[in-house]
């Protein structure tokens, strides 16, 4: 069974640039996962989706940040304009059901440093 | 506060000894409870639920105590392979969401 999916894997942008990070699911998952993690520090969830509807993005940054997943299966993250405070992995997460007992599947993330 | 706090360590520990480290919640309602694993610059991967009764996987031992509000990890004869970031998991306030723990590094020493 193919894993989640994320491209690109690393990114290098100047501050104030635009940048734009892909995640597509294991199949058959409804609920999708962005997660920020800051080196030395736990997943900080920033959006999830139940299909193509948002469940939870109480913690993301909205002036900056953009979430999609139009179509129910991939999602898009975008940083508009990025801070120097966004170098960090970028980790997309699905998992079959949304209710907190299940089990969440991770993809090898996608590394970002803003300069 | 923080809503789930882990010592960040590392705990360095010589390969066959046993190792074990706690994580503490602050929501007493949390009902669901996770360790996952996280290798150095890899994605975390689901190393047990946590369930009221104990529960137990080979080496690993994982305890829940409500009373005092923490779950337990138990490593039995560590392996050098164990050595990982150990992140622990507990839902928040609504039935979906997850609070993340900053995470406990383990190095498995020859």
């Known amino acids: 069974e193919a894993g989640v999916a994320q491209s690109p894997r690393y990114k290098i942008i100047e501050k104030r640039q635009s940048v734009a990070f892909w995640c597509n699911p294991i199949?058959?998952?409804?609920?999708l996962y962005w997660y920020q993690q800051i080196l030395g520090q736990g997943p900080k969830l920033l959006i999830q989706?139940?299909?193509?509807?948002?469940?939870?993005d109480s913690q993301l940054p909205k002036d900056r940040f953009s979430a999609e997943r139009l179509k129910g299966v991939d999602s898009t993250l975008k940083i508009q304009p990025a801070k120097l405070e966004d170098s960090a992995v970028y980790l997309c997460?699905?998992?079959?059901?949304?209710?907190?007992?299940?089990?969440?599947?991770f993809g090898p993330g996608t590394r970002l440093l803003v300069l | 506060r923080k809503e789930v706090e882990q010592d960040p360590g590392p705990f360095n520990v010589p390969e066959g000894a046993t190792v074990a480290f706690n994580c503490t919640y602050s929501?007493?309602?949390?009902?669901?409870f996770f360790w996952y694993r996280q290798d150095c610059r890899k994605e975390p991967k689901l190393l047990m639920s946590?369930?009221?009764?104990?529960n137990e996987d080979g080496r690993f031992t994982a305890q829940l105590n409500r009373a005092s509000q923490y779950i337990s990890l138990l490593i039995r004869d560590s392996k050098l392979s164990d050595s990982a970031t150990y992140l622990c998991?507990?839902?928040?306030?609504?039935?979906?969401?997850?609070?993340w723990g900053a995470g406990t590094k383990l190095i498995i020493k020859p």
């Open positions: 997460a699905s998992s079959y059901g949304r209710g907190t007992r299940e089990t969440q599947y």
């Open positions: 199949s058959g998952h409804a609920t």
């Open positions: 989706f139940q299909n193509n509807g948002v469940v939870d």
């Open positions: 929501n007493s309602a949390s009902q669901s």
């Open positions: 946590v369930y009221s009764s104990g």
């Open positions: 998991v507990v839902n928040g306030d609504s039935n979906y969401q997850l609070i």
